[in-house]
């Protein structure tokens, strides 16, 4: 395998093109591993639902948006998101974060914007495609600051 067609894949997800016409007609998605909201927040934890990811595939649109929910309450604003993108599943200890938080992917990409849907352009002339994503929250706390909750992983299958 050529080692430069992963990153070549990746960065044709995230490039910013008009919509292209894929030859992908539907998507499944199969989830990896579980997020985590581990901080206390004061009177209550951050992000007490869990943070997660949806992906929603437009075969006319040739793209794929990801976005990550995440719920912000008790004066706890939520001002980035973050999404890893890859090609390969890990299992990746990120204890600064919190005991039980954990990377599910080998990343290739990391995106960042104001907590807004990620949307990413399918390369055409692509028969299927399967990539792994993973989100994180960045909130930040009135009482105890910085924190950080992430997201299960998603497998993304186009064919």
Same mark, same amino acid.
């Given at each position: 395998?050529?080692? @430069? =067609? *992963?990153? /070549? #894949? $990746?960065?044709?997800?995230? !490039?910013? +093109?008009?919509?292209?016409?894929?030859?992908?007609? %539907?998507?499944?998605?199969?989830?990896?591993?579980?997020?985590?909201?581990?901080?206390?927040?004061?009177?209550?934890?951050?992000? @007490? =639902? *869990?943070? /997660? #990811? $949806?992906?929603?595939?437009? !075969?006319? +649109?040739?793209?794929?948006?990801?976005?990550?929910? %995440?719920?912000?309450?008790?004066?706890?604003?939520?001002?980035?998101?973050?999404?890893?993108?890859?090609?390969?599943?890990?299992?990746?200890?990120?204890?600064?974060?919190?005991?039980?938080?954990?990377?599910?992917?080998?990343?290739?990409?990391?995106?960042?914007?104001?907590?807004?849907?990620?949307?990413?352009?399918?390369?055409?002339?692509?028969?299927?495609?399967?990539?792994?994503?993973?989100?994180?929250?960045?909130?930040?706390?009135?009482?105890?600051?910085?924190?950080?909750?992430?997201?299960?992983?998603?497998?993304?299958?186009?064919?």
């Amino acid at each position: 395998m050529n080692p @430069s =067609l *992963p990153l /070549s #894949l $990746v960065l044709g997800l995230t !490039a910013a +093109s008009l919509p292209a016409q894929t030859q992908f007609t %539907s998507q499944t998605t199969q989830s990896l591993g579980d997020g985590c909201n581990t901080m206390p927040t004061g009177t209550c934890r951050m992000l @007490s =639902l *869990p943070t /997660s #990811l $949806v992906a929603q595939f437009d !075969a006319s +649109s040739g793209t794929v948006t990801v976005t990550v929910n %995440s719920y912000a309450f008790c004066g706890v604003v939520v001002p980035v998101t973050v999404l890893a993108l890859g090609l390969q599943p890990a299992n990746v200890p990120l204890p600064v974060f919190g005991p039980s938080c954990m990377l599910y992917l080998h990343p290739l990409a990391v995106l960042a914007n104001a907590n807004e849907p990620f949307v990413l352009a399918l390369p055409p002339g692509v028969p299927s495609l399967t990539f792994l994503a993973q989100g994180a929250a960045l909130g930040i706390d009135p009482v105890v600051g910085f924190v950080v909750t992430t997201s299960d992983a998603l497998a993304i299958s186009l064919q």
